[in-house]
């Protein structure tokens, strides 16, 4: 058994805000600093942060002319800046790449005649240049190489992003046009319609996420986050040390309330049904794809997907559904190539409803099925979209020296929130899965119970 990881202050060393008005003068926050609070979230577009600093007129450089930084620089939006942290393990963020974050609002939430408490929240420039920008042309092709071209794309036709791209190959094609609409919005829109080329099998399993992380985008399929390894191992102990086998202990461990078996059906986690019809040739079509009969072809987190009682089960054929989508056939529009080859593809489909929407709709809701969050003392080396593994102890007489087979096992962080304040620094996961049951092991060292 090993010494416990301390929550220590972790070492801000950088927070200069650069002026919109030239000179563009650089102001440091550093020594007014009370907290600050970095974010990544799988449901978000951008990375975010919050710092909260006393703006007493000393955190500031020669050429404010002793003002305050919010007076001096002035602050109002939009502003530049620089920032750079690590944790006692040297784990750093901000560093390569750069970490750098513009002022999307502020907030003096207290004031006395000798101080005032501004709170800055961040966000990413992409974040603030998506409302000046709007998708007008037509894409073709695959999906995945269409969001490529909608975040590096110049001349206000993308997001003309210099960060590093995860984007996961996609195997089917969409041709679409944007219809003016916004990048963050049309890429989400895309990958409710994406299917992986090596996670995913047409007909089976589709659905994607978009997020950032401070390395850069990410584009990756529901199942590549669940076939990925484990980055880290940890355990739910009321022992100080760290048992052998984890990286940590949870200092705090909070089960997500997900009993709503309503909402799961409104949702359509488990069963859908999808009614499509061509206005051109009458056909019609009833489609109820159902997750347990695919179930053998995702990949999970755990043992298996939630059993439901039979009881509600409803006979019949297509009458086993908890959702219905509508759509008609998408067939010759946009089709790619020239006059001819237009012609020849007049009856091709340019999405595939009934092997790709309800799948993908099902597979999104049952990435949340099974939720837990957790505070661990502050690990800069964890992102949203990482595997770690989490164990927890059984209830009972035994409480500590068994470990439960039902909750514990590989989870996916959808959140993270790194906290530094006078406290200490904290990170805290918002932890995902898809099924239950308890599968592998902490690690190599790890027990296996």
Known sequence: MTQSRIANPAFIEQVDIISNKPPRNTVSILGGIISFVYYESMLSDSLRATITFADTGAAKNEKTNDTSVVEGLPIVGQEKVQIKFKDNDENKIGDKPELILYVNSVKVIDNDTTRSLVQLDLVSREFILNEKTRITKRYDGKLSET???LLEDKNSIGLETEKELFIEDTSNNFNFIGNNKKPFYVINWLARKSVS???????KSAGYFFYERSDGYYFKSV???FSQEKK??????ETTGIPKGYDANVLSFKKGNLIDAQRKLQIGAYSTRTILFDPFTTYYEVITPNAESNEEDLKLGGNNLPVLNPEFNQPGRNKEFSRTTYYLLDKGTLASGDNEQQLEKKNEENFK???ILNQS???LNQFFSSQATITIAGDFSLHIGDAIYLDLPKLGVNRGKE???QDSGLYIIAELTHLVDTNGTFTRLNLVRD?????GKANSEGILR
């Open 147 to 149: 969001v490529k071209k």
């Open 197 to 203: 080329s090596t996670n995913q099998k047409l007909g």
């Open 223 to 225: 199942d590549s986050l």
């Open 232 to 237: 880290k191992s940890f355990i739910y102990t």
């Open 353 to 355: 409803y009934s092997q």
């Open 361 to 363: 709709i099902m597979r």
């Open 403 to 405: 470990l439960d087979k």
């Open 435 to 439: 099924s239950f049951g308890k599968t």
